[in-house]
């Protein structure tokens, strides 16, 4: 993935953290958050900080647009239109240009719309006499609602599920492949997979792609439209802070928008939604991919928060999210006993998205729930995944290079604790 | 429906408003709500009004629950239960004992899982040999989004939808009827259908019913246990002030639960979420319902939104709603001259919902938009539906008589507006 840059020239093991706070060109980012100093919370890749700027937003959401104007906000508080004009705000977050991208719904959902939809597109662009395209390629490492919700999609469409480690998508795809979905960034080990490549080698031999970029939109680059992705389905609760249980996104490449045949066709995106018509008529563009009545609440919770990124570069978080898993990671060498914790993570950037995960091994890793306890009882929050991974997200806009420090510093008092418990 | 109250013992006519609000057993109730007492809100049948007390407590889920406790909250501030939880809360305003309901979704998301459901389980009950149940039936007049949904579900079960009316759709099931998708009021007419009889009629011929329950949940009794509903799906934002776009929910009756076999089975469904097992294995109950992540600021809100329902009975709604919209057919015969206006909305009690659908004749019809205008102009909203319908929704919660003595007069001083700029 030669557009990421390969920024860490230091040795993170030497330097300090408030050397690298100090040369931090995101730091001002932070004042955005509204985040307790005392604690270091490391768990942005399960659940955003809270954006400053959301609540007195949402308070006059509620009081002035819903309980003055009620009905009128539809119209002149542009509620209509939200789920279009927020995907149009995460549009540069994930590489793709306006008009593409629709708010709402949750993440399960979307990856529903959208693989259904990549197998219906597959199917009609296969000639006569070609075999069937009866398949649909799963990531095998894939968070579980989309493995579920493949499985649904291909059981509905007259297809059937076939696991493969993402990162041999490519050659994996055949004759007979429909679809494949394929998660971005690992949510266990914090792996990031080809984007490029995949999406190639899918489109090679005939079949459409579906990526599933929850642990990476907002947490690096992500080239939706340069890599030729056919849809994304990315929640925005994580890296994008949008409030828990926020509204997941949908991308729906532009030139196939017209050929976009949601199996959830709503009112909202019929074509003339008023006329109230018997006949489903699909909407042009983004709006193809609503369904009912868009969650006005939330999704608004959602449009603030995006605010924090105005003016920040999705290269500067990549460089600083590089840096701060460096160093974490060599600060945990350097705190935590040998032979306790593996990296998960890989170590080379270019397969690395913006989480450590960490193995407890040996004895400690019927431990490790309690080594996160412990952890959270030091004022430092990441979490916990069966069986004995701990996992540390670590968030460009609000992580310090001293939250590294002192999360690694904990880590290794919490490991000496739960063994002298022993 | 017998068990529909006959109130209405005084010629609404001759009885003045202020009389009426003082017997008001319901009036208390207003002071519940953020209303502009200079304005006369009509439109709760579209988007209820705000409880007083939503604004502190969403504004305590964002800064303390989000900002503060972080991914704490899923377990300690109790939103991983939001969806079951605020389901039994809504559960005892629609008839059903507790965990039968979990809210989530859109009602568009929510009727294609009952939909399909309902397809499956008609079709696994159908002995061999006897017909395939081909057909899925649908209220000829329904909101469009349950048609357009149904006949995704439709093409994705190998069924054929087929458009009956509402009235008709007991004698209309027969052999080949998998499932029955009803609304329980018409959103255009107001009319209420017989959910009794129309249950039993798809129950005789072998298939499944699904009742859209969206305009008459917290506006009349519903009665999905004691009926033998087999499925229901509902708004919240309409007479339950759940707010904009606020979550739906979902009805399974009991004893389907073990054979809801849902077409979206996401990872809150599943038996042991945090197992994230590759295989999908369903929850029990209602939580089987689920999908995605539940959006938590939409659902708190109208969890704290449900608290104006505390002590009060249906039956009085009722009561009140009946009283109040009879009152308005009355009072619009005094004030509108005649020959404009005609009530789509049935005269007869035990087909009426909680509404008044006016169709403007003759010249108005074309004018109907504008006399629509004229009245928000006077301070009373309505809304508009083409062509021609001019909808008064009457949430007896809140509205008073009053309201409905002012709404009629300035009716009757609208279309004398709009005629006298011919």
Redesign the interface.
């Known amino acids: 993935m030669s557009e990421q840059p390969d920024t860490t020239e230091f040795d993170a093991a030497e330097l300090d953290a408030a050397a690298l706070d100090a040369a931090d060109e995101l730091a001002a980012c932070r004042k955005n958050f509204?985040l307790?100093d005392g604690t270091v919370?490391l768990?942005g890749n399960?659940?955003g900080?809270?954006p400053r700027s959301?609540?007195a937003r949402?308070?006059d959401v509620?009081?002035r647009?819903?309980?003055?104007l009620?009905?009128?906000?539809?119209s002149e508080s542009g509620?209509w239109d939200a789920p279009e004009r927020t995907g149009d705000r995460i549009a540069p977050l994930v590489g793709a240009a306006e008009g593409q991208v629709v708010v709402g719904?949750?993440?399960?959902?979307n990856v529903?719309k959208a693989v259904?939809a990549a197998v219906r597109i597959a199917r009609e662009e296969t000639a006569a006499g070609r075999p069937a395209r009866t398949e649909i390629l799963v990531d095998?490492a894939?968070?579980?609602?989309d493995?579920?919700?493949a499985?649904?999609a291909a059981r509905?469409?007259g297809a059937a599920v076939r696991?493969v480690p993402a990162a041999e998508m490519a050659a994996a795809a055949g004759p007979t492949t429909a679809a494949a979905l394929v998660n971005h960034v690992d949510y266990?080990t914090g792996e990031l997979h080809d984007l490029a490549a995949a999406t190639a080698g899918v489109h090679r031999a005939g079949g459409r792609i579906v990526w599933d970029v929850c642990h990476s939109a907002g947490a690096l680059p992500v080239e939706l439209d340069a890599s030729g992705a056919d849809f994304a389905v990315g929640?925005t609760?994580k890296y994008l802070n949008g409030?828990?249980?926020?509204?997941?996104f949908l991308y729906v490449r532009r030139e196939l928008q017209p050929r976009f045949d949601?199996?959830?066709?709503?009112?909202?995106s019929?074509r003339d939604?008023?006329?109230?018509?018997?006949g489903?008529e699909p909407a042009e563009g983004a709006a193809r991919g609503r369904?009912?009545?868009?969650?006005?609440?939330?999704?608004l919770?959602l449009e603030e928060a995006l605010g924090v990124w105005d003016g920040v570069g999705m290269e500067a978080v990549r460089r600083k999210s590089l840096a701060l898993t460096d160093f974490f990671m060599a600060r945990v060498r350097a705190h935590v006993p040998e032979g306790r914790l593996t990296s998960l993570t890989p170590e080379a950037h270019e397969r690395r998205g913006s989480q450590v995960s960490l193995l407890c091994e040996g004895e400690l890793e019927a431990e490790a729930e309690r080594v996160m306890a412990a952890l959270h009882e030091r004022g430092v929050?990441g979490?916990f995944?069966?069986p004995g991974v701990l996992r540390f997200g670590f968030t460009p806009l609000y992580t310090s290079f001293a939250d590294a420090e002192r999360a690694a510093a904990a880590l290794g008092d919490a490991v000496r604790a739960v063994e002298s418990e022993r």
């Open positions: 509204l307790d919370y768990d399960s659940l900080a809270l959301v609540p949402l308070a509620v009081e647009e819903w309980g003055s009620l009905i009128r906000s539809w509620w719904d949750s993440t399960s959902v529903f259904v095998a894939t968070f579980p609602t493995g579920y919700v499985a649904s509905m469409t696991a266990r929640c609760y409030g828990p249980g926020a509204p997941a949601s199996p959830l066709p709503g009112w909202t019929h939604p008023f006329a109230m018509a018997s489903y369904v009912g009545t868009p969650d006005i609440l939330s999704m919770a929050v979490d995944r069966r």
